[in-house]
């Protein structure tokens, strides 16, 4: 579990680096891009729940990940996010004998809401859709496809500063509606739609 959590870590930071690299580059214009933006660095669980279709049932593992993002916000109460996550788990098919664990990256946009700060903590809520693609690992992916999925995200959250107005804690529920991967296997198809929840806690840094 450990080293899972490690090497989710890893694409986040990557991403996080080459958008900071890239507004490095034009100073000028990145200070005048970046006022009201922040940037966040988030863990999160996820739980998704079981699907059943077409005589298949699939009871995916809990796993964890980690999301790093990107918040502009334009106007008193709106803005958007972009994000990248990353997370490893198994899903479990009743048609087949062996769990199919796969690499789960997810690329985000979202509408962000805010709200005016209540005791210096500060509400959220966004809504918006994800590309999510399913990577089957190396040695227990079953050499099934990898696949791609849309999914519909929706959830909030709060912001709370610590010491400073431009760093602080970050605490969020995020829920995807998606379709149960299938990987273009009859074996592997439900016809179905799940839930993952990702209650999640990070640090964000405000511009």
């Not at 996550?85 to 199919?100: A, E, H, K, L, M």
């Not at 992916?141 to 959830?155: E, I, L």
Request: hydrophobic share 40%; with cysteine.
């Amino acid at each position: 579990m450990l080293a899972m959590y490690r090497s989710c870590w890893k694409p986040s930071l990557i991403f996080a680096a080459l958008l900071m690299a890239s507004l490095a580059t034009q100073p000028a214009k990145a200070q005048s891009y970046l006022k009201n933006s922040e940037i966040a660095l988030t863990a999160f669980g996820q739980f998704t729940g079981s699907s059943n279709g077409d005589g298949i049932q699939v009871n995916p593992l809990d796993s964890v990940g980690g999301q790093a993002t990107f918040r502009h916000v334009y106007s008193p109460l709106l803005g958007y996010e972009a994000g990248y996550g990353y997370t490893r788990f198994t899903d479990r098919y009743s048609s087949y004998p062996f769990g199919i664990q796969h690499n789960t990256h997810e690329f985000e946009g979202s509408y962000l809401l805010t709200a005016p700060a209540f005791l210096v903590v500060k509400p959220f809520a966004l809504a918006g859709v994800s590309a999510l693609l399913y990577a089957p690992s190396l040695n227990g992916g079953q050499d099934v496809s990898a696949q791609a999925r849309v999914a519909f995200t929706f959830g909030g959250g709060a912001d709370i500063p610590l010491l400073t107005s431009h760093f602080g804690l970050r605490l969020q529920y995020r829920a995807l509606l998606h379709q149960t991967p299938n990987y273009d296997d009859v074996r592997f198809t439900t016809g179905t739609w799940r839930i993952s929840s990702e209650p999640a806690v990070g640090a964000y840094w405000h511009f």
